[in-house]
């Protein structure tokens, strides 16, 4: 098998199809009519997406030397390598918030939510840090969590979505950013993200008494999460001139459904309102990837690389 | 007659093991204790590194780090090893391709944010020819530090309108995924070979004091 064929299935597709067989169970499965399975399964395969592609490509050592120490391990801890730890911390986490909702009494489950995500923020800034890390960094990323955690219940039901786009975003500016192990992981997250929504779309159609998606809860600590840190991580190592605002406004893709908001409410079906809260949010993705494109172009043409059309092919 | 026998045997004895000695390794304190070993500052102008890696099977790859810095000791009338404590900033790094340079400086390599420098430590050396000496010393590489063996030789000694410059050029050859620095090597496999050979050219100044 090709070199970058198999790179990509290992990395990429295999981690998208376990997470999309783990939501699955909830999604297209009579679990569909439970509340509980249709917040935690995706949720969770969000997280092993991730973790999965991060263990395919650097090896469970690089998550478990975090936490304890290996006889005959000598490789380097590096810092962006706490992701894999926080995407298993995140799909435990789901667990936890799934069950606190659950068990708290009717209109209580949002506070579960809140303090959640107050609690992962805390944790990102205290245990997540990349290079140069500085007391101002580390409170910028807990309220990048906190301000995506704010932005994301605005995608409602079109979350699985607009994380599709969100997170192929973070993979492609990590691509352009020379940091090619945190594309590919970010991709495996969007393409899982992708399949969970067309599940959620398909489960909704045909099962009886489905339960729609919702960013509420577990879906939105764990998207949340993940965007913030990886959107951080990618600026923190970004090797190309995107501006660290763009980085920055990542997460918050999300809360740009609200342009559409007013066609959403008034949409005939779900799957009309979830197109319109996509478009919003897709606009102003597509509008990053653009500035970021043109930034990096404009560099380009300044430099002796503009001429060479091998210049992005080193190591592919 | 006797007498004169001895004391003959006694100076003949060094003289006729010295060439033998001179092919005796020497500890890096051995080096150090050279009396006339003269103290040498990188001139980081005319010091670089390249190194060479194979991509994707075929060809083979070279960039090289500008400016390196550091110190030796040498003395000039190569009665001792020289030792060597030079450093490479990662973001001196140069393909000719800033978009390769990016890469290389990224986490799937040399990550410059985490680790900005590479560093080699002489430790000992053996002899193996007129100015030629074969080394061990410290590798540290993304953070990782290992033991290497080095192959050294003198370039020359020249005078320059700042005083008198030692040139030294050093090869070796490491696995980079001893330290770490994996990608490509299995994943993407076959992208970039693991072995990297490494030539380093060094020039500095000799401290006028000990010259």
Not at chain 1, 21 to 44: D, G, K
Not at chain 1, 208 to 223: F, H, I, N, R, T
Not at chain 1, 287 to 309: E, M, R, T, V
Request: glycine share 10%; charged share 15%.
């Amino acid at each position: 098998m090709d070199g970058v064929v198999g790179y990509i299935l290992s990395v990429v597709v295999i981690p998208a199809l376990v997470a999309a067989a783990v939501a699955s169970i909830a999604l297209v499965t009579p679990l569909r009519r439970r509340a509980w399975a249709v917040e935690c399964f995706p949720a969770m395969a969000v997280a092993l997406a991730f973790l999965v592609s991060f263990t395919n490509e650097l090896g469970w050592t690089a998550v478990a030397r975090q936490v304890i120490t290996i006889e005959g391990d000598d490789a380097p801890f590096e810092r962006w390598h706490r992701l894999g730890l926080a995407a298993l911390m995140l799909m435990v986490g789901a667990v936890c918030i799934v069950a606190a909702r659950m068990r708290m009494p009717r209109g209580g489950a949002p506070i579960v939510t809140m303090v959640a995500l107050g609690i992962a923020g805390a944790l990102a800034a205290q245990f997540v840090q990349f290079p140069q890390p500085t007391l101002l960094k580390q409170l910028g990323l807990a309220a990048l969590v906190l301000a995506a955690g704010v932005a994301l219940p605005l995608a409602g039901g079109a979350i699985y979505w607009i994380a599709w786009g969100a997170f192929g975003i973070v993979a492609a500016l990590a691509g352009l950013g020379g940091f090619a192990s945190l594309a590919v992981m970010c991709g495996a997250v969007s393409v899982a993200s992708l399949l969970i929504a067309i599940l959620a779309a398909i489960g909704g159609k045909f099962a009886k008494d489905a339960k729609p998606m919702e960013a509420a809860g577990a879906p939105l600590v764990v998207c949340a999460v993940m965007l913030a840190l990886a959107a951080r991580c990618g600026d923190a190592y970004d090797q190309s001139q995107t501006p660290d605002w763009l980085w920055w406004l990542v997460p918050l893709v999300p809360g740009f459904a609200l342009i559409f908001t007013k066609q959403a409410l008034r949409a005939p079906s779900i799957a009309a309102a979830t197109f319109w809260r996509t478009l919003g949010a897709a606009l102003v993705g597509v509008a990053i990837l653009g500035a970021a494109l043109a930034i990096d172009a404009s560099k380009a043409s300044g430099s002796d690389d503009a001429d060479d059309p091998y210049a992005d092919m080193y190591g592919g | 007659m006797r007498n004169a026998l001895l004391v003959a045997a006694l100076v003949a004895a060094p003289i006729s093991l010295a060439p033998l000695m001179a092919f005796a390794p020497l500890s890096s304190q051995e080096a150090a204790a050279a009396t006339s070993a003269s103290a040498i500052t990188m001139d980081p102008i005319h010091s670089m590194a390249i190194f060479r890696v194979q991509h994707l099977g075929a060809g083979y790859f070279y960039g090289r780090f500008n400016e390196l810095t550091g110190t030796a000791t040498w003395p000039l009338d190569d009665s001792a090893a020289p030792t060597f404590d030079v450093t490479a900033e990662v973001k001196k790094v140069d393909t000719g391709s800033e978009k390769l340079d990016g890469n290389l400086q990224g986490p799937n390599f040399f990550n410059q944010a985490e680790f900005p420098t590479i560093q080699f430590k002489s430790k000992s050396a053996e002899r193996v020819g007129e100015r030629h000496w074969k080394m061990k010393g410290d590798l540290t590489l993304r953070g990782v530090t290992k033991e290497i063996e080095v192959d050294c030789t003198v370039s020359g000694v020249g005078k320059g309108p700042t005083g008198q410059k030692v040139g030294f050029e050093c090869m070796f050859t490491i696995l980079r995924a001893d330290y770490g620095m994996k990608w490509g090597i299995e994943a993407p496999k076959g992208a970039l070979g693991n072995e990297v050979r490494m030539t380093i050219s060094l020039e500095g100044d000799v401290a006028k004091a000990a010259g």
